[in-house]
């Protein structure tokens, strides 16, 4: 891709979204197209949040990180709050309700720009929730950030089709990184010899970054804009 651009002027607007437990409190931030309008949508984003249980919102500034990357290539993204955090109505559901969620506002996404592409993104527990929602959404691209899938299991898990790319630190003190590295590479040994090929996941990992990247965002948003043109 050649359509990476410096971070454009962001408009954030709140919104809400109806959720299969209820209305999600949601934050839309969009590309400012000033005196010119805004871009055409041919892709849009949706990012999710880390745990709720500790602490994990919609404002969670590696969440805010990926959806300025997201603006950074022109596109739309939609960061929302799971049930029961926030606004959201409802109360946690132990990780299934709130995949749905996510899969409430793709939903929402693709009704609101037809024909766009979506991608997905995540962070942390938030990295498993995408992931799930990527088995039955098919986004164009999907990025994970500490992934706390390879510490969960997940029932009929298959490795998506789209790019996946995973970022992690290596002085990761809540996920991980060797754990997160054997988990990959058994994915990748399971795609051996399957017919069509499939792309493996793409890991790159951070020296020296914790679990949430303190002092470190920049260098995260350029490990996946580098990801991006690559």
């Known amino acids: 891709m050649n359509d990476i651009r410096p971070t ?10 109806e959720g299969p437990a209820g209305s999600l409190q949601a934050v839309l931030d969009t590309v400012d197209g000033g005196l010119e309008g805004a871009p055409a949508v041919t892709r849009a984003a949706v990012v999710c949040h880390p745990h709720p249980l500790y602490g994990g919102t919609l404002q ?30 409802g109360t946690y559901d132990d990780g299934v309700g709130e995949v749905e969620d996510a899969l409430a506002v793709c939903r929402w996404a693709q009704s609101r720009w037809p024909g766009a592409a979506l991608w997905l993104g995540g962070f942390s527990f938030g990295g498993t929730v995408a992931l799930q929602a990527a088995q039955r959404i098919h986004p164009e691209r999907l990025i994970t950030v500490a992934p706390a899938a390879a510490r969960s299991p997940m029932p009929d898990f298959h490795v998506p089709e789209c790019p996946w790319l995973i970022v992690q630190g290596d002085r990761d003190e809540i996920v991980a990184a060797p754990v997160v590295k054997s988990w990959v590479e058994s994915l ?9 090929p499939r792309s493996r996941p793409t890991l790159v990992t951070i020296e020296g970054a914790e679990h949430f990247f303190h002092g470190r965002l920049n260098e995260l948003r350029e490990t996946i804009l580098n990801w991006v043109r690559d």
């Open 8 to 17: 454009p002027a962001i408009h954030s607007q709140p919104m809400t979204i």
């Open 60 to 89: 969670n500034k590696v969440v805010y990180t990926l959806a300025r990357t997201f603006n950074s290539l022109g596109m739309p993204a939609l960061r929302f709050n799971y049930r029961g955090v926030g606004a959201s109505a």
């Open 188 to 196: 990748s040994a399971s795609l051996e010899g399957q017919r069509p």
